[in-house]
């Protein structure tokens, strides 16, 4: 919750080398998370992505107009995708091409930070879904309800979800391997 003074203090406290906002928050718009952390970091140097559900003009350039440097819809997003907007949004903010060794380490930090904080918040609610499914398959074999086709959905969301998030890990752990 960006409003939550917790959040605040953790700009106030922080190094902020690039902010990433959901546009769909819970308690607001992602577009007001931006004006927050705007007036908060008073700068306008520390790139601002927005990161979308909807992939849409509108929004688009509603993000841009706020001082987004980027605006990347969820559907699009890979993990290479990803690396390419934080680079580019952060490496857009030095004018030394001798900083391009550091931006590319502090990218790789950032997406090795959120690749562990989703894994393991997600993980374990992904297993009890699963279990979850299971057991509701269970009654359906027992002649009770919903139909298999429902549960074949919500198996596929589940799989694709953690297939995502393994793309994401596996793609962090390659910055750990040595290139000569």
């Not at 306008?44 to 350039?61: K, L, Y």
């Not at 918040?121 to 009770?144: D, T, V, W």
């Not at 793309?167 to 391997?177: A, G, K, P, Q």
Request: proline residues 3%; hydrophobic residues 35%; aromatic residues 6%.
């Amino acid at each position: 919750m960006f409003g939550h003074s917790g959040s605040r203090k953790a700009l106030d406290e922080n190094v902020v080398d690039l902010c990433l906002i959901d546009h769909q928050l819970r308690d607001a718009s992602g577009l007001d998370a931006v004006a927050v952390v705007k007036k908060q970091l008073e700068t306008e140097e520390v790139p601002v992505v927005m990161i979308s559900g909807r992939e849409d003009t509108e929004a688009a350039v509603s993000s841009m107009r706020a001082g987004c440097v980027d605006y990347v819809g969820k559907g699009n997003l890979t993990a290479e995708k990803l690396h390419g907007v934080i680079y580019n949004s952060i490496a857009e903010t030095f004018s030394n091409p001798a900083m391009k060794s550091e931006v590319q380490d502090a990218t790789r930090n950032v997406i090795r930070g959120m690749t562990e904080g989703c894994i393991s918040e997600l993980q374990p609610k992904l297993r009890r879904m699963y279990r979850q499914i299971s057991f509701i398959r269970g009654c359906h074999n027992q002649g009770l309800t919903p139909s298999p086709e429902a549960l074949d959905e919500i198996e596929t969301h589940c799989l694709n979800i953690w297939r995502f998030f393994d793309e994401i890990e596996n793609y962090s752990n390659s910055f750990n391997v040595v290139h000569h």
